[in-house]
């Protein structure tokens, strides 16, 4: 039996306090994830209740009508807004205090961090000193670091610090140098390396530390608050999401739910959720995240999925992939969003020959076909990322499936997956 996490008028319990203790039914204050990430949002006001089939035909029919005014304010919100959740950052992660004092530009671009060079001054860069911490400040002040929003005194003292949807589910094109650049929303940033930020905290313990540290560059653990149990996953894209039905691993609900689960279970947003399956009921006073949740989802759904790079594939090889995939894999990658979980359809780990941990500790117990949008730009590959490469994929389902698939079939299969 799991017990219901109940917060009434803006008090939680925090997964810092639960880290302090013990993981299990407390609230996890980040995600990051963007991912994603990070990804699911709710018209509406009031709770957010998981109904795959309602809430998935609203936003179905709200497509028919997206207005630049709402996906504009959509960006914003994606971009800059922390839902409230600086109680978490700043009050009980102290996490404002270690940047300002340690936290020196090289420092956070080694853990993933990315900084919008749309924002700086000309020659800013060739004028500063990257190894100081004052200059991170500086940057945050100049609202330069992808992701993070912080409030700076004329002392140059931070004195609030939070996340926004950007931190795991943007990017940058490291078109001035690698981790600066312009934006690129709704990739996801698979340098950035959620736990070792978490892990910076001086709130935390040294057991905890340790886990964080272990989930590595571009993983994060959505259910860790939840359960206690420990699989991360990869975080996943945020662009091409328009006609999928449910964006998480194991689909237990549409972009909606999981955008609303991400900002107010992982996050720390001030808002309200609740899913009866997980045994979460989560209130605050005043709600800050459920009435911005369609302008984000506008702003997702018009996220479009990067084509491949000129010259990145084998044009006539993935012709002939194109065939070998339609013999061997369109039955599960169905239609031109690539997943059969749009008709409802969900698949035993063994039925794939993937590790069924992570499914486990979910409703579904099960995964979806993951929809194919972008496959050249965000390896590693599954929820795990345990195929570091598309032949990687490739030879996992030829061998699960028993494909039979000769060597040249599979090369060419790649090629194909490469232009998706």
Known sequence: MRQSIQVHHGSSRSWLESAMSTPRHSVLAIEILAATAIIGLLSGCGNVVADDRSASAAERAQDQSLSPSLIAEGQRIFRFDTFG???VWTDKLRLHEVIEKNVDPTT???VGLKVDS??????ILEKVDLKSPAT???LLKMNAIVGVQATVDANDHITKLGVTCALCHSTVDDSVMPGIGRRLDGWPNRDLNV???IALSPALPADKKAIYNGWGKGKYDPRFNIDGKNTPLVLPPAYGLAKIKNETYTAEGPI????????VTQMGGQGNFSDPRLGIDIKHSPDLVTSKLPALRAYQHSLA???PPAGSFDTAAATRGRAVFGRHCMSCHVGANGTDNNGGKLHAPEETGMDGAYASRTTSNAYRTTPLRGLWQHPPYFHDGSAATLSDVVTHYNQARQLQLKADQQRDLVEYLKSL
């Not at 749309?118 to 020659?123: A, I, K, Q, R, S």
């Not at 909606?256 to 900002?263: G, L, M």
């Open 85 to 87: 959740d600086e109680q």
């Open 108 to 110: 956070a671009l080694s």
């Open 118 to 123: 749309e924002v700086l001054p000309p020659g």
């Open 136 to 138: 991170t400040v500086a």
């Open 195 to 197: 736990g070792a930020i």
């Open 256 to 263: 909606s739910y999981w955008n609303a689960y991400v900002a």
């Open 305 to 307: 999925s990067p084509p």
